[in-house]
């Protein structure tokens, strides 16, 4: 039976199988926002509104359209290459 080799997403370097792998996952999705309707929104033209949004999307794929609204990333990083990500995500927050 064939081994798996594992190679850094960063560094393109292979992982030994005696060594720890990171993984590194993320998750980018849309915030809906908050809807707080008011008496204006009794006078929008909502029909138009739906126009507008198919049009916009028309051009798009499926893909694409989804990507917009959530899209989800996984890594193997080495350990030099995982304490990089983390010092920048780390300066992030």
Known sequence: MQKVKYVCKSCNKIIPDKKTRYILQIQLFADGGVFEPDINDMNRDLIKEMKDCIALAKDKSEEELNSEIY???????????????YKKIKKLI
């Open 71 to 85: 899209d989800e990333f996984y890594f193997i990083l080495c350990k030099s290459c995982r304490d990089e990500f």
